[in-house]
């Protein structure tokens, strides 16, 4: 397939010279072009020419040409010129230089005014259109581009059909359009017919007036079914007046919307004047609505309404000394419309969020205090209790019983305590070694605070002769113990409890790691200074496998050692544990690095480019397997892919689309608590080149027994009859530790696919446009020659499109 350059400064097409790149997407590039035979400047769509010998594209870019041809309306965009020189297919059309609704939309919301004149014009495309037989079916704000002097204009009639007629591109049951814009029997997949292009109106003018789109979701699918299921959308309190319209526009049943573009613009221009002050128009057989008075009252209420609300905002944000939004120039004047403006049907009141969150705050600040008087009461009881205890058990040990007697030793009187009291002082002293662990307040028991101080030698008289318990009190002054006769014979021996203490250190490789005592509350510090017991010990570092260990101190310092290993050191290869059983897809860790890009012998990988690879990253060292594949579908109720009847097992998983992939990576995901995605065409090619510079990873030599191709390759699985996949990892693995990244089967990308890499990036991140349809796939398969399986090759395939020769790799965030 010949493949030309599509750039700017190489691009060449008789009888036009190219000035610039207007636009690009996955399907064809816009040019600025002067006509030469005409000397006007016109819009030269270009289509991509990878896509040529796509039937489906190629019958695209043709209906598009011959369906405006055959239109002609000042809202709908002319088309000057069709043809095809060398590989390159062409339209010339209208230069509109005012860009599109989507380009306003990122300033903000348009001025109802504006959208209504914006709608209308379109509207009349639309009739025009379908008088025609024709439905555009892909209207939305991309599409509609503005002339010099700001009038609207209808443009890409790529995936239009004709109302009765059917093609091969448009088969029954197909879905086509955007989900966003896309009517419900476009979503069913059924037939459809003007009325459907006029819903997506409805919600680019809903879109228009709140700069955002009714139904909005993450997937597809699920915008899908909020077009067939969720009710019309209310418009905000200050548009109150087109909600009437936005009610025929969006209804699902197509028999209770406008039923051609004509009700559309009559029903508008009834609107415009009433704004105007002038009477409006009586209804004709194109629009049986009408203004009433009442109508006119709510929408006064409703707009009032609105307009305080807007003040109230304000104001509110200005006290919060928060910036305000910038107006747009003329909302002063679309203030003042606001109280001629009219409306067809009321909304109802909602509660505004103000109230409710002034009654959230003072629920919670009830319910604070509450907290607050019931924690104080709960702490002042048991601060209660605990001093009671300590009251009660020091009056026993320290205040006479009745029966105790007092002694004088010279001028000073000691208090001795009597036979009750010397019982509970041998409890205590006889009861287990004061704890470490702490209760639930985090304070040790009053019992094991005073035990050390209790914990004492209590012997009896050595006399056979009974006599009152007496003993003297008297702090040693020494470290050790000493035993003081009394001279009624009672001995008292003090016993200083203070436990040795030993030092800990520990010796962490790499140096910078951190260390950790799990058990105990002070920090670890070099040589800290530890009592004899068990201590678990944990040293990490990011990056590295942590080491988790208990020690025991006994009567010795302890020098500890540890070296962390790395995590993921490049060539590591592990598999993730599944939460549903089983092991994730084998990975192997690429360590960063910078290459070059591309190959500047080949248009559509020119020019060579350097790429820097800033973190390393883990990608599948094999292509994923049915095993792996199927696990995931048989979990997740989706159908098996076909095998082509080459056998599942470990051979790549095929026929599985772009789509596809990424719910598979998503789920995986969720199973192993990792993130996975697919590659980029930078990180992609990056592994596959595995730090060479050559077209494959084997440098110049043969490629037999490396890759399975049709031609070039001498593979088994390749005969003049028969071709098939082979299982992964039978051939041999490229420096990286990667199987297969040439030929066997060709793999899906995150990126965007564009022609060349003329507006690429220097680093790893993958290209991505709006609205993108066709992904870059790489490594080239089983059915194609030598020359097509080299590490810079690269193709587009339309993400929904489901191959025997397309398979994926992933890759794991580290």
Known sequence: MEVVSSGAASLEIPGYQILKKINQGGMSTVYL??????????????????????????????????????????????????????????????????????????????????????????????????????????????????????????????????????????????????????????????????????????????????????????????????????????????????????????????????????????????????????????????????????????????????????????????????????????????????????????VPAQRRPKLLAGMLLVSLTLAWVLFSLFSNKFQWQSESTLVNDAVGITSQILLPDPTDTAHQEGDSQVTIPGPLQLEKLQDLAADEPPRTSQDNFGQQSLANQLRPILRTNLTEPTTGEPSADVATLESPTKAESEARPDPTGTTVSIVDETPPTYSLMVSAKPEDARIRIMNIVPRYSPGIALEPGRYDIEVSKPGYSTVRRWIEIGSADVNLAVQLERKFFPGKTFRSPLAGGGRGPEMVVVVAGEFTMGDNRHPFTSPEHKISINRPFAIGANEITFDDYDRFAKATGRALPSDEKWGRGKRPAVNVSWQDVNLYARWLSEQTGQEYRLASEAEWEYAARAGTETPFWWGEGSARGKANCRRGCASEFNTLFTISSAPVGNYKANEFGLYDTAGNVAEWVQDCFLGDYTNHRNDARPVQLKNCELRAVRGGSMREPLRNISSDYRTGLNEKARSREVGFRLVMEL
């Open 33 to 346: 072009a002067t006509q030469r035979s005409m000397g006007r400047q016109v819009a030269l769509k270009v289509m991509s020419p990878v896509l040529n010998a796509d039937p489906i594209f190629s019958e695209r870019f043709q209906r598009e040409a011959n369906i405006v041809g055959q239109l002609s309306h000042p809202n709908i965009v002319a088309i000057h010129d069709i043809g095809r020189y060398r590989s390159l297919n062409y339209i010339a059309m209208d230069y509109l230089p005012g860009g599109s609704v989507a380009d306003a939309l990122t300033k903000g919301a348009i001025e109802p005014l504006e959208a209504l004149h914006i709608t209308r014009q379109i509207a009349m495309a639309l009739d025009h259109a379908s008088n025609k037989g024709y439905v555009h079916r892909d209207l939305k704000p991309e599409n509609i581009l503005f002339r010099e002097d700001g009038s609207a204009v209808l443009t890409d009639f790529g995936v239009a059909r004709a109302v009765a007629r059917t093609t091969r591109m448009t088969n029954t049951g197909m879905v086509v359009g955007t989900p966003h814009y896309m009517s419900p029997e476009q979503a069913r997949g059924a037939a459809v017919d003007g009325r459907a292009d006029l819903y997506s109106l409805g919600v680019v003018f809903y879109e228009m007036l709140t700069s955002a789109v009714p139904f909005q979701a993450e997937e597809a699918v699920a915008i899908a079914i909020k077009h067939l299921t969720d009710p019309i959308p209310r418009l905000p309190a200050r548009h109150s007046l087109y909600q009437g319209l936005i009610d025929r526009f969006l209804a699902k049943d197509p028999d209770h919307r406008f039923q051609r573009g004509l009700d559309v613009v009559d029903a508008i221009d009834q609107l415009l004047a009433a704004l105007d002050g002038k009477t409006p128009a009586t209804a004709t057989k194109l629009n049986n609505t009408s203004v009433r008075v009442s109508s006119l009252l709510r929408a006064l209420v409703m707009t009032l309404y609105g307009t305080l609300s807007d003040r109230v905002t304000a104001t509110w944000a200005r006290w919060r000394h928060k910036p305000l939004h910038q107006d747009n120039p003329r909302a002063e004047q679309q203030t003042i419309m606001r109280l001629q403006q009219v409306m067809k049907q009321t």
